[in-house]
């Protein structure tokens, strides 16, 4: 059974980084043909999907998200991170990472982790 968990601070300032680490267990990251992944949930709104980290090869990024973005994989901690730069109040979510298939279709979530943005 792969699971999931979502570390890091609850609290950023605007204008400052967000970094979460995705910590994975039950199974590999390097594993083939599986996207690790960041979903977010805005306070009232749908779930807005972020970007991911493959198996191998490069990270892949919302259009909307892409100039701020960073996702990539500690192999050896079989870790993967989110990187979101000069956040905004805006920007406030529950923020979950997952496992998707390479459909991707996401069998596998963190339990998410509240990220505020606020001075």
């Known amino acids: 059974q792969v699971q999931l968990q979502e570390s890091g601070p609850g609290l950023v300032k605007p204008s400052q980084t967000l970094s979460l680490t995705c910590t994975v267990s039950g199974g590999s990251i390097t594993t083939n043909y599986y996207y690790w992944t960041w979903i977010r949930q805005p306070p009232g709104k749908g779930l807005e999907w972020i970007g991911y980290v493959p198996w191998s090869g490069s990270s892949f990024y919302s259009p909307s998200l892409k100039s701020r973005t960073s996702i990539s994989s500690d192999t050896s901690n079989n870790q993967f991170t989110l990187q979101l730069n000069s956040v905004t109040p805006e920007d406030t979510a529950v923020y979950y990472c997952?496992?998707?298939?390479?459909?991707?279709?996401?069998?596998?979530w963190g339990q998410g982790t509240q990220v505020t943005v606020s001075s």
């Open positions: 997952a496992r998707a298939s390479i459909a991707l279709i996401v069998e596998y």
